[in-house]
């Protein structure tokens, strides 16, 4: 029989708590006017437990769910799904959580030689006609793009032997998906595996690459000719979980790492780089022999050290940063931005090139003293200001997805789709906004009766 969840757990309350049902709404009260040249579907994901937790709850491994919402003729529709992974029919089946999400011991023991699926709760992204919701631990589970359905986990045609970031590059030139695979061998020695998926769904080429240490490495950069990987100290460590301490933690003392390697083949050069945590990647670029990574740049995680020790709370905040890599030359940092901001997007037309603008959301996050964020800013690298959209009072955004204007081949000509949640209605309405005039605000809102629960990622895949 199902249970509250704790009421005393910030990410089980307010925009976090989470829905008991599955839905079908096909027309959303619209205020304002959606443009008539947005038609494809806004799919979003992330955390949404069925069940009230076993134990101490890691909302990286809550039950993933859908939240698509399809737009055309200036209305949209809704339907919300849950990834219906083994764990999630399982504990259907028994009225109650059985997984634990933050440690294994704390299983039932009716599951205990169950081997996961994965929550499915991170990012949900389009390829090749399939659409695959990702989690870095696991293998995409494939999911019907109409009904949702949960079709089951991809490999690739065998070619995948394990799992898969959440965050892959898709080359606007070639139709190329990129991604690769953190501790590939389950060694945890550093290694990672880097693939290639051909613009027909079918992967090309993979090779393993010998990493610094063992690290989670949550996204990577592509540029016309590398790809490249930021290792930051946040270390995995068996020995440290067979002795009780924490089996990830935060090792400033390592450095971190960046990794440059060719994306025709060859060997992966490493270069050192003052410890920080990057989590996500804005774009990266070629100038000459320099390359440009840019990033959401945070002082220490919010993990403890080998000793327990936790971070300052300021640490925890996160600004939009350049990374430089020139031959011969150390690595050089430069904040872009004082604006504490997260979940970094561009035009994805421009991924792997230079680009002008980049999209967050932003003023909130870890660090500040409020989870959640309040706007939603544009970045311009020529003029180096930020942009911001603030939400009315009381409510919140998620991440931005920038959707190209019909017909526009101008970079950032378009609009920004984002969920807003209202904690005075206790539910959440769909955002656009026009991209390269943010400040004027919102040109539609599409309301649901319910609240979308923070969450994660998400990408628009357009009609036809």
Not at 159 to 174: I, N, Q
Request: hydrophobic content about 40%.
């Amino acid at each position: 029989m199902a249970t509250p969840h704790p009421a005393d757990n910030p990410l089980l309350r307010d925009a976090f708590e989470p829905i008991r049902m599955e839905c079908d709404c096909p027309d959303l009260v619209i205020e304002g006017a959606v443009p008539a040249d947005l038609d494809g579907v806004l799919y979003r994901i992330g955390p949404n437990p069925q069940f009230a937790p076993r134990g101490a709850y890691n909302p990286l491994q809550g039950d993933g769910m859908i939240h698509a919402f399809d737009i055309a003729g200036g209305r949209v529709a809704y339907r919300n799904r849950w990834v219906r992974t083994r764990q999630w029919e399982l504990e259907r089946q028994a009225g109650r959580a059985l997984f634990a999400t933050a440690d294994p011991r704390d299983h039932d023991p009716s599951v205990a030689r169950v081997e996961s699926q994965g929550a499915a709760n991170t990012h949900i992204v389009a390829h090749a006609g399939r659409l695959l919701a990702l989690e870095e631990g696991h293998r995409p589970i494939e999911i019907d793009p109409g009904s949702l359905e949960t079709l089951g986990p991809f490999d690739f045609a065998g070619r995948l032997p394990g799992a898969m970031t959440a965050h892959p590059k898709f080359d606007p030139d070639t139709g190329e998906m990129l991604f690769f695979t953190n501790f590939p061998s389950r060694a945890f020695d550093g290694a990672l595996a880097f693939h290639v998926a051909d613009a027909r769904g079918e992967i090309i080429r993979s090779v393993e690459i010998a990493g610094p240490y063992p690290a989670l490495v949550h996204d990577f950069a592509i540029t016309r000719g590398h790809v490249v990987f930021i290792v930051c100290p946040l270390t995995l460590s068996l020995e440290r979980l067979r002795a009780g301490a924490p089996p990830i933690a935060w090792e400033p003392e390592r450095g971190a790492f960046v990794g440059v390697m060719p994306r025709a083949g060859g060997e992966a050069r490493w270069f050192p780089a003052l410890a920080c945590m990057a989590w996500h990647m804005l774009n990266a670029h070629e100038d000459g022999e320099a390359i440009h990574v840019d990033l959401c740049q945070q002082a220490a995680p919010a993990f403890p050290t080998p000793d327990g020790r936790m971070a300052p709370e300021a640490s925890l905040r996160q600004f939009l940063t350049r990374w430089t890599l020139a031959p011969g030359e150390p690595v050089a940092v430069r904040r872009l931005s004082e604006v504490v901001c997260e979940y970094p997007r561009i035009d994805e037309r421009r991924s792997g090139r230079a680009c002008r603008y980049g999209f967050v959301a932003a003023l909130g996050g870890p660090g500040t003293g409020d989870l959640l964020h309040r706007a939603i800013g544009r970045y311009d690298h020529e003029t180096g200001e930020m942009a911001l959209w603030r939400a009315p009072e009381r409510q919140a955004v998620s991440e931005p997805v920038f959707v190209a204007r019909a017909g526009s081949t101008q970079e950032g000509d378009g609009w920004l789709l984002a969920t807003v949640f209202d904690e005075a209605r206790n539910a959440s309405h769909l955002v656009v906004l026009d991209a390269l005039r943010l400040e004027d605000g919102p040109v539609a809102r599409a309301h649901l009766d319910h609240r979308v629960p923070a969450g994660f990622h998400g990408s628009f895949v357009a009609r036809g």
